[in-house]
């Protein structure tokens, strides 16, 4: 019986590794069409935004817009526990109000903690009338990474939340009064800037990380499985037969 279960166990081990490094290469698949992906747009000339586009912004993710309209400070948002070097604070998001009624919303940039105890010193931020915008296109989440906290539903009677987790477009948007675009702006860094809100651009690395090494030690794994442990377990009946 011993035998059986080692044998068992040596099939359920290959298996496994064999299905992790099945996992690390469909990784890599998707990693190589990402960085397609984001060598295609990155090559494109800024997309205007003045009014809703006639294009599928939920395809363009890391194309640089500029965008022209109104901040509506009303329905601003911020983004908990950001740092800028190591003081925490928030990441300060504001609808931009476009020619045609619609919005999209802008990552206007880190703001202290401290300084910001309630929605309403947010105002201090405040930039009136028409404004542009360049930066790139970035996608909202629907749910949080893993370890992350998600955003609490709203309370009997509660209209909206001032303080996110993540960038929910489909959450914010039923908060925000313009019609919401389904794309938010991460505006461009700017180092002449000696007060907050200071933009934080995510900058994206074209690399296909360890995806490839990571499949080939799981399949390494699994033919020592397949092949070690048959030999192991016939060298062990060898030994238990000699001795009896």
Partial sequence: MKWAFSI??????????????????DRLAQKRAENQHYLAV????????????????????????????????EH????????????????????LVLTDGSAILVERGWIPAAENPSPADWRQYDQPGTVTVSGILRLGRSQAEIGGVPDPALAPGQTRLDYWNIVNLERLSLQIPAPLLLAYIQPDLNPALTAPPYPEQEQYEVTERNHFSYALQWF?????LLLGGPMFLLRSFKSSKAES
């Fill in 8 to 25: 068992l166990f040596i099939l359920a081990g290959s298996a496994l590794c064999i299905r992790l490094g099945i996992w690390q290469l």
């Fill in 76 to 95: 601003q948002i911020a983004l908990r526990n950001h740092y800028h070097d190591t003081q925490l604070g928030y990441r300060l998001l504001t609808p």
């Fill in 220 to 224: 390494s794994f699994a033919a020592l």
């Fill in 42 to 73: 990155s090559a494109l000339p800024p997309l205007p935004l003045s009014a809703a586009p006639t294009e599928d912004l939920t395809g363009m993710e890391y194309r640089r817009v500029t965008a022209t309209g109104q901040y509506d400070f």
